[in-house]
């Protein structure tokens, strides 16, 4: 089956500076990658994703790309802002069923003012 | 208007009982889902359901089971709760049969056993 792995486990930017969280996945027919972001309290809320037909979507600050061949993925925060702070979740739809999802362990991601 | 909501947001019972989790959906969507996170914040996939199809997580007790009295709606029922079944579910959902569809998750159920 599919798994997902997720690094950093913490990362720690300056308000400003760039964060970049990275993910790897295992099952190659794997064909939807979505990032969410999950706040203290609350339900993980959907922030960007990519479908495999595609190597790079931007929104924003926000950006993701995807490099099929390595099975790699990564989400892109430009310009942070310390609301910004928060758990990050990679995920990767588990091929043959109805999109269950499979998780990475997350992010906590820390922007200081 | 909350897309995908779910009650009860806290539950606190004793080892040993029943006790059911609600989740209900106005997005339309036909798919919907049952998440649990650990205390490590592990998201994994419990179960997902549409109207032709349930997806059961090999890793999941029967003690679980998911009841969907319509489109809208998909409840979690857990017998004879352990301590280890501590942990915040999530629900979702999703459009169409779910693949490669975005899911949108309620603000979990925070289930502590006694």
């Known amino acids: 089956g599919e798994n997902v792995e997720q690094h950093p486990s913490t990362l720690s930017v300056q308000e400003g500076d760039s964060a970049v969280i990275k993910c790897t996945y295992s099952d190659s027919a794997s064909n939807y990658f979505p990032w969410y972001k999950q706040e203290l309290g609350k339900g993980p809320q959907l922030i960007i994703d990519i479908r495999s037909n595609v190597g790079e979507k931007k929104d924003q600050r926000i950006a993701v790309t995807l490099n099929k061949t390595a099975k790699h993925f990564s989400l892109h925060i430009t310009e942070t802002q310390p609301e910004d702070s928060a758990v990050y979740f990679c995920a990767a739809s588990q091929w043959g069923s109805q999109g269950n999802l499979i998780f990475g362990k997350g992010t906590k991601l820390s922007v200081k003012p | 208007d909350t897309a995908v909501s779910q009650t009860p947001k806290y539950l606190v019972t004793q080892m040993g009982n029943d006790k059911s989790i609600k989740c209900e959906q106005n997005?339309?969507?036909?798919?919907m889902y049952w998440y649990k996170q650990d205390s490590k914040k592990f998201l994994k996939i419990m179960f997902s359901y549409n109207n032709k199809e349930l997806i059961i997580n090999e890793t999941v007790p029967n003690r679980f089971s998911p009841k969907s009295p319509d489109k809208a709606h998909l409840n979690l029922h857990i017998n004879s709760l352990e301590l280890g079944d501590s942990a915040v579910y999530f629900c979702a959902s999703s459009q169409g049969t779910g693949q490669d569809q975005p899911q949108h998750f309620g603000d979990g159920t925070r289930l502590s056993i006694l």
């Open positions: 997005l339309g969507h036909d798919t």
